[in-house]
C-alpha cells in the first residue's frame, strides 16, 4: 500500500535532512548545494509561479460564488474580526512567555552590560530618539567609564552587515503612518503588482473585480465568471501535478537549508541553537502552545464540536510544506487544496477567505515578534514597562498588515516593532542565525491558524465539514 502525501513528503523531509548531515560530515556540501538545493529553488519558484494567479482567480471566484454583496460583507467581517483576534492572542501570548521565562537575563551579565552601553551609545546618535526607554543612564556613571571606552572603540571598529543593511532600507519603504498599509494596498499598475509578487494590491484587485462583478447583469457576468472558474481549475490541477513531486523536492529543499546552515561542520547547527537557546525555546513553545492549545480551544468553542485531531490530519500536508519552504503564500495552492477536498470546505468561502489569510494573518509570525522584542531588550538591560509592552501589540498587529507582501516579512515587521518602540533595529543581527529554522516553525503556525479561521468561518456559514465522518460533540 502507497504511503499517504503527507507521511511521503515527511519521509522526504526526514531523509533531506539526514542527506544533510551526512554530507556535512564527509564534506560534501558543495556537491548537495551545486546537485541538490536546486531542484528545491526550482520547487519554490514553481509554487510561486501558480500562487499569484492562484489568489486573483481563486478570489475572484469566491466572491463571484457568494451571490451577492451582503453576504460577502457578512463573511468578509467574521474573517476579518477572527484573524485579529487570533493575532492579539498570539503576540499575548508571546509576551507571557518571554516575560516568564526572561531568555535576554540567560546570557552573561558582562556581556548584557557592554549591550546595554551599547544601547545608550546608539540613543545619543540617533536624533529621533530622545531617551533609553527605561530613563536610565548607566553610561554616565564614572565607574563605567573603561567600558565606555571599551564599547566606543568596537562600535567604531565593526563594519556594517550588508545583508542587515539591506534590510534596513526593505523596512523604511514599508516604515510610515499608521493606515500606510492602506495606502500600499491600492495598485496604481496591476501588472506591476503582479510582477513584484504584492500580495495586498493582488487581493485588492482581486477584491474589487469580483464585487463589480456581482453587481453586473447575469448575462454580461456569466461568461466571465465561467472563465475565471476554469482558469482556477487550470491552476488547482497545476498544484496537484507539483504536488505529486513535493516527497522528492521537500528532499532537495531541506537537504540544501540545512547544508548552508552546517556547511562541512554539522557540529554548527547545534551551536547555533546553544548560543540563542533561551530565545529558540521561547518562541517554539509559544508556536507549539499556538497549535496545540489556542486553536483546539478556539475550535472547539466556536463550533462547539471536537474536530481538532481530524483537522490536524486533514492539513498536514500544507503544514508540511510550510514547513519546507518558510512561506505562507507558496504554500497556499496546497493549502486550498487541503482545506477543500479534506475538510470540505466549499470553494467559495475557502478562495476568498484562505488567500487573504496567507498575506495579513500571520499568527506564528506576530508571536515571533513579540517573543525577539522583550527577549533583545532584556539582552539589552532595558526594562520595558507593561504600557510599551503593551504597545507591541499594537505596532505588530499593523507591521504584519502592512509588510505582509514584502519578502522576509518576519524580519522587516521586527525592525518596524522595534523602530516603534524607540530601540535599535540592527538589534535584529543577533537573532538572524536561528531566524532560518524558526521561520520555518512560525510559517507552519501562520497556514494552521489560516486554516482553523476558515473552517470556522465555513462551519459558522452552515458548511457540512469532514462529511462521511462521524464527529465527536
Not at 454583496?69 to 493575532?87: D, F, H, I, Q
Not at 546618535?125 to 530622545?130: I, Y
Not at 504600557?387 to 502592512?402: D, E, H, K, N, P
Request: aromatic share 8%; net charge neutral.
Amino acid at each position: 500500500m502507497k504511503p499517504s502525501l503527507p507521511v511521503r513528503i515527511l519521509i522526504g523531509l526526514g531523509a533531506g535532512i539526514a542527506w544533510a548531515v551526512t554530507s556535512s560530515t564527509m564534506g560534501w556540501s558543495a556537491f548537495t548545494l551545486d546537485w541538490i538545493a536546486p531542484f528545491g529553488d526550482i520547487f519554490i519558484n514553481l509554487l510561486k509561479l501558480i500562487a499569484i494567479p492562484l489568489v486573483l482567480f481563486s478570489i475572484i471566484s469566491g466572491v463571484s460564488g457568494l451571490g451577492d454583496v451582503a453576504k460577502l460583507g457578512k463573511t468578509g467581517l467574521r474573517m476579518l474580526l477572527l484573524y485579529l483576534s487570533t493575532t492579539v492572542i498570539a503576540i499575548s501570548l508571546g509576551l507571557v512567555l518571554v516575560n516568564v521565562i526572561k531568555p535576554g537575563e540567560w546570557s552573561d551579565d558582562a556581556q548584557r552590560m557592554r549591550n546595554r552601553i551599547s544601547y545608550e551609545l546608539w540613543v545619543q546618535e540617533t536624533a529621533s530618539v530622545d531617551n533609553p526607554k527605561d530613563g536610565l543612564c548607566l553610561s554616565c556613571d564614572p565607574a563605567n567609564s573603561a567600558l565606555v571606552a571599551e564599547v566606543v572603540m568596537a562600535r567604531k571598529s565593526a563594519p556594517p552587515d550588508p545583508a542587515l543593511m539591506g534590510k534596513v532600507e526593505q523596512a523604511k519603504q514599508v516604515s510610515g503612518g499608521p493606515l500606510q498599509f492602506l495606502v500600499d494596498m491600492v495598485p496604481s499598475n496591476i501588472f506591476l503588482s503582479f510582477n513584484n509578487a504584492l500580495m495586498l494590491q493582488v487581493i485588492f484587485f482581486a477584491l474589487f473585480f469580483g464585487v463589480v462583478l456581482l453587481t453586473l447583469p447575469a448575462a454580461t457576468a456569466t461568461p466571465v465568471v465561467t472563465l475565471v472558474n476554469s482558469l482556477n481549475e487550470v491552476f488547482m490541477k497545476m498544484v496537484e501535478l507539483v504536488m505529486r513531486a513535493a516527497p522528492w523536492f521537500v528532499f532537495a529543499l531541506m537537504a540544501g537549508v540545512v547544508s548552508r546552515i552546517a556547511g562541512d561542520d554539522p557540529a554548527a547547527v547545534l551551536q547555533l541553537f546553544k548560543s540563542l537557546a533561551g530565545y529558540s525555546l521561547t518562541v517554539i513553545l509559544g508556536l507549539v502552545l499556538m497549535v496545540f492549545v489556542i486553536y483546539p480551544t478556539v475550535m472547539t468553542l466556536l463550533m462547539r464540536r471536537n474536530v481538532f485531531a481530524r483537522f490536524l490530519k486533514a492539513i498536514s500536508p500544507a503544514q508540511l510544506l510550510a514547513f519546507s519552504t518558510s512561506s505562507s503564500a507558496a504554500t497556499l495552492p496546497a493549502t486550498l487544496e487541503c482545506v477543500e477536498q479534506n475538510i470540505g470546505v466549499s470553494k467559495s468561502t475557502a478562495s476568498f477567505v484562505l488567500p487573504i489569510g496567507a498575506t495579513v494573518n500571520m499568527d506564528g509570525t506576530s508571536l515571533y515578534q513579540a517573543v525577539a522584542v522583550i527577549f533583545l531588550a532584556q539582552f539589552h538591560l532595558v526594562d520595558l514597562t507593561i504600557a510599551q509592552q503593551l504597545g507591541v501589540i499594537l505596532t505588530a498587529t499593523l507591521a504584519s498588515i502592512g509588510a505582509a507582501a514584502v519578502p522576509s516579512a518576519g524580519l522587516i515587521t521586527l525592525f518596524i516593532v522595534l523602530t516603534g518602540l524607540g530601540l535599535d533595529p540592527a538589534w535584529i543581527a543577533i537573532i538572524l542565525p536561528v531566524d532560518r529554522i524558526l521561520d520555518m516553525c512560525r510559517t507552519v503556525v501562520n497556514v494552521t491558524g489560516d486554516a482553523v479561521c476558515c473552517s470556522i468561518i465555513a462551519h459558522g456559514q452552515g458548511e457540512k465539514l469532514f462529511r462521511g465522518e462521524e464527529v465527536e460533540g
